[in-house]
């Protein structure tokens, strides 16, 4: 089986699995509830058959049949789909606030996930220590947003912004996901990690921008902010690390580093933090 072939079976099974894991959200875990576990949400109808762990199931015994995937992306594999159920959810929220906190919450647990694969099968010790600090910043993150979701409850039904802002995370996690498969089907551990975890973290500063652009709440503004200005180092830092350990241009553009037209935002300057009107 030629290489060529065997990419693109790997990607239509990893697309297949998020695709059709986007139908069904799966629950938090009761450790980790809040209060906005229990508002109404836009229903989210599940689709005959599979389940999202069966899809997953098949996908992995596929792909192991043609000796195609590895430990470790099963790994990121598993951490995505995860993920992506999980900003399902908090997409669907109807204050925009709320919706940022729930979806960013989802997005940051993936990224420590991804970043605990990289400390596991990574060699590299500038993406090791990266993978470090992710996990140590966003941790903090993540505990911030749980304290704050305890106390906000979703808002009964949609508020004048709530469309606008569910299409423009929609769009977004659609490009980032689509970018992350194509990044951690890398064979090299390190190169998959920086090829996956550099479109994650330009989803995250597209979605702080959206948080900017519709949210009110300060608390969540100054989040957004701080995400954008936090990353943006470590997007440059990844950008540089690929192009210097050998992605061909691409490698470069189907992860988004180089290719400003290919969806995916370049770092992005501060963004003025004055509130929109109410």
Known sequence: MTASYRFALLTASVAATLALSA???TPEDNTEATPTEDVILTPIEAPEG????DIEAHADTDMADEGVMSDMLKDYTKSMTKMHDEMM???NYNDPDTAFAKS??????????MAKTELKYGTDAAMLKL???IIDSQ????????KWLASHLDSANPKPETLAMQQAFAKGKDTMHSKMMVGIADPVPDMAFARGMLPLHVGAVDMAMVQLKYGKDEEMRKLAQE??????????LMQDWIAMNGADETSINETGTADAQDGLQ???APVNEDKPAA
């Not at 941790?139 to 749980?146: C, G, N, P, V």
């Not at 995400?227 to 440059?236: G, L, S, W």
Request: hydrophobic letters at 35%; glycine letters at 6%; charged letters at 25%.
């Open 23 to 25: 139908c069904q959200p």
């Open 50 to 53: 599979d389940t999202s762990a």
């Open 89 to 91: 959810i908090g997409m």
């Open 104 to 113: 960013m919450l989802g997005h940051h647990r993936g990224a420590i996930d």
């Open 131 to 133: 993978a470090q600090e």
């Open 139 to 146: 941790q903090l993150e993540i505990d911030t947003m749980r």
């Open 227 to 236: 995400i954008i200005d936090a990353q943006q180092p470590e997007i440059e």
């Open 266 to 268: 370049t770092p992005v």
